[in-house]
């Protein structure tokens, strides 16, 4: 029978926290930049004008064909040089974070896109037609009546993805980077007592995306009461 | 005021609108009826550009509506649109309805938008509804709301949209008892309406229209007295025994 030692985790948790705090950031960088460029990506992909519509749908379809890891591993690759060669960085820089967020922001934005663009098509035409009618130039239009419309329709949608997003924040493990997996595993590692820091962070991850995920249930009745 | 003339609209292959032309002068009201499918929407939305028409041309207040330089959103600021489905914001409150459009579109001050649509709102009779959301209230409410919004924005011309049958006899006349008024003030309107108790009140002409066609363009007398068309005496006696 395994003996579980959990004593290695108290004095581990300060940097456990530094670790949560790093996939937060990242979980939320990705959220608002996907969120945004998102949006863009779906207004191109509406918009009925051929080379707009043509790079958004390039766009999303080759970010969903390719694995999340993969993404990450090019952007940590890609990024330092980037930015030593535009920026003129030290190559001893450590920019694995900004090129998870990056990773991240621009693979999130083609899930986000077809979640907006879904939740812009929810809007009635008529709507459209009705601000159209009172004078409304298109921005306008897409602003004031059926963005805020199809947001409503989509923030289950939106914060469940951002959920997902949580989670697939491990997954920067690739670049050793020290997200609150990646802290959970060098110390399970340093100890020598790996099982009991995954089971560890496993709890951790399941309270609070359980607990995300209720709370979003529970929105989402609100919002279609 | 409003000019359409011999505008034919396709949708694909389907002709949706045939070589129709009319003509409301200022101050005039005119009935447009027909029905279901004849063609009456898509020919009201022709008249603020909400629909593009292949051959034609409509001139309102001496725009033309096709026309290659029209500022269409600033035309159709001018000419309130009730439509068919209201189409009222379900996002905002009834008075957030009824300021938005004078405040990003006319650029009004929030304050004098705010006493403009309370005066509107006070002229349908729905004070007591300011803020709440439009899915609280009624069909008949709804639309009355909707012709407030129309003539927040002090409209040259309405064009009216209505279903052929759906509200309740009693909100048919709250929504009436407003329009008459209207009419009677002197507002050039395009209403398509199956209230023929209406047509008859106010209408200087009825339209009616068939399978995309103006069939029959006659005074009100003349179009309740004798028909010309066989399909409007049909339709006028199936109207008028419900
Ligand atoms: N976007 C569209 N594409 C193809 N056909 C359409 C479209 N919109 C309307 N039609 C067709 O055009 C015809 C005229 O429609 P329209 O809505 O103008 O009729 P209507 O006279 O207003 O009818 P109702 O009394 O039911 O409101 C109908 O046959 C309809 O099916
Ligand atoms: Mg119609």
């Known amino acids: 029978m395994y003996d579980f030692d959990w004593s290695s985790i108290p004095g581990a948790l300060p940097f456990l926290w530094e670790g949560m705090k790093i996939s937060l950031e990242i979980t939320l960088v990705a ?26 749908a390039g766009y999303v379809n080759l970010f969903r064909s390719i694995p999340l890891v993969m993404v990450l ?29 990056m990773g991240f922001a621009l693979f999130e ?36 009546v059926v963005l805020p419309q199809a947001f409503r329709n989509m923030l289950p949608l939106l914060l469940t993805q951002a959920i997902i997003l949580f989670q697939d924040t491990s997954l920067v493990y690739v ?26 962070a496993g709890a951790v991850y399941f309270v609070l995306c359980y607990g995300a995920s209720y709370a979003v249930k529970r929105l989402q009745r609100r919002v279609s009461a | 005021m409003i000019s359409i003339r011999r505008v034919s609209k396709f949708y694909g292959d389907f002709q949706v609108l045939a070589d129709c032309s009319t003509e409301v002068k200022k101050g005039e009201v005119v009935v447009i009826c027909g029905p279901s499918g004849s063609g009456k929407s898509t020919l009201i939305k022709c008249v603020n550009g909400l629909e593009p028409f292949q051959s034609g041309e409509i001139v309102v207040d001496d725009v033309s509506v096709g026309g290659p330089k029209t500022d269409l959103p600033k035309l159709r600021s001018r000419v309130g649109m009730v439509f068919q489905h209201f189409e009222l ?39 007591a509804h300011a803020e709440k959301y439009p899915g609280e209230l009624s069909g008949g409410q709804q639309q009355r709301v909707a012709i407030a919004r129309a003539l927040s924005m002090n409209p040259i011309c309405m064009l009216f949209d ?38 008859r009140k106010v209408a200087r002409r009825v339209v009616f229209m068939d399978e995309g066609r103006i069939v029959e363009d006659a005074r009100t007398e003349e179009f309740f007295g004798a028909p010309r068309s066989e399909r409007a005496q049909q339709f006028l006696s199936k109207i008028l025994h419900h």
């Open chain 1, 73 to 101: 591993l090019w952007f940590f690759l890609i990024v330092p040089q980037f930015m030593q060669a535009v920026l003129g960085l030290a190559p001893t820089a450590d920019t694995r974070l900004v090129s998870a967020m």
């Open chain 2, 89 to 127: 914001f379900p996002h905002m409150t009834i008075a957030e309805n009824l300021i938005i459009a004078q405040t990003r579109v006319l650029g009004r001050r929030p304050n004098e938008a705010m006493d403009k649509g309370l005066k509107l709102l006070e002229r349908v009779g729905l004070t």
């Open chain 1, 31 to 56: 959220v608002i930049v996907g969120i945004l460029w998102g949006t863009l990506l779906a207004l191109m992909r509406l918009s009925g004008i051929s080379p707009l519509a043509y790079f958004a």
């Open chain 2, 162 to 199: 209505e279903r052929t049958s759906a509200l309740d006899p009693e909100m048919i006349n709250e929504v009436l008892e407003v329009m008459v008024k209207l009419a009677q003030e002197g507002m050039t309107m395009m209403v398509v309406t199956h209230e023929m108790e209406f047509a």
């Open chain 1, 109 to 144: 934005s083609a899930y986000y896109a077809e979640i907006i663009r879904a939740g812009i098509q929810s809007v009635p035409k008529g709507q459209v037609a009705a601000a159209y009618a009172l004078g409304m130039t298109y921005g306008q239009a897409m602003r004031l």
């Open chain 1, 175 to 200: 670049s050793a980077l020290a997200d609150f997996f990646g802290a959970a595993y060098k110390v399970g590692d340093r100890d020598g007592r790996l099982v009991e820091l995954l089971l560890f």
